[in-house]
């Protein structure tokens, strides 16, 4: 069977104060059909005007780091590939650490949840307007009737070899979704800020949970995505590999 290749790149570096340095953990979907990117971490643009993009005071709360060779231009190119054939862009939600690169990729049908794009228009102070001024072409889905290891999915359409499906895990934002592509007998599930830290998957105590409380929309549906998770973990690890956004560790674990 012919799958879509998977690479594992970080797109930004995000560093707080009294805290460990966090990924911007991206996917990079290979297919002879082109390219597609599962979130697209910090842009160009971000890297060459952060003040007039995002501004200091989310700067500082974010912890963002300016480097263009991490854009995922950079990375792609880094890769052998070409910028220009990134024909899809899968987004897990639209906080600004996930989709400053939207706009180095004009060409690309953006696919989102029909919540979380609602959310973004709506004018919610988490989402950044400046992102999205490139008027992106978007396509969205809503709710459906197919299940997924027990959760809603929503099939992706992107005509690749392997099948990509946004799941719903919302609470973070209310639209929030994973990804997941399938590789042959197996899955692969990009769990976004479902989780920060791979921790949160058998931990109830982290010190990173008091920051998801704080940063989620609403906190019941996040914890109530948490738990479904921890359930995949636990009763279908042989089937589903899970990676979240900011996790270094994972993505040192397949660098």
Not at 68 to 86: F, K, M, Y
Not at 210 to 222: T, V
Not at 225 to 242: P, V, Y
Request: net charge negative; aromatic share 6%; with cysteine.
């Amino acid at each position: 069977m012919t799958v879509t290749s998977v690479h594992h790149i970080n797109c930004g570096t995000l560093r707080v104060t009294g805290y460990p340095p966090v990924a911007c953990h991206c996917l990079l979907l290979e297919d002879k059909k082109g390219l597609a990117l599962v979130d697209t971490g910090i842009g160009l643009l971000d890297v060459r005007d952060p003040m007039g993009r995002l501004g200091q005071a989310l700067i500082d709360m974010a912890g963002f780091q300016f480097n263009e060779p991490e854009t995922a231009v950079r990375r792609i190119e880094q890769l052998g590939l070409q910028s220009e054939d990134v024909r899809h862009i899968v987004l897990t939600h639209g906080d600004p650490d996930h989709v400053g690169g939207l706009a180095d990729f004009p060409q690309a049908l953006v696919h989102v949840a029909a919540e979380e794009l609602a959310q973004v228009q709506s004018g919610h102070g988490r989402y950044v307007p400046s992102q999205f001024e490139h008027k992106p072409h978007w396509q969205t889905y809503g709710a459906s009737q197919r299940r997924w290891f027990g959760l809603e999915a929503r099939p992706v359409d992107l005509n690749f070899s392997s099948e990509v499906l946004l799941i719903p895990l919302f609470g973070h934002t209310l639209g929030h979704c994973g990804v997941a592509i399938r590789q042959q007998n197996r899955w692969l599930l990009h769990v976004g800020d479902a989780y920060y830290l791979r921790a949160e998957l058998t931990q109830d105590d982290h010190p990173v949970s008091a920051i998801a409380k704080q940063r989620a929309d609403n906190d019941e549906w996040r914890r109530r995505s948490l738990s479904e998770l921890r359930r995949l973990s636990r009763d279908h690890g042989d089937e589903i590999e899970l990676c979240g956004y900011h996790d270094i560790s994972e993505l040192d674990a397949v660098e």
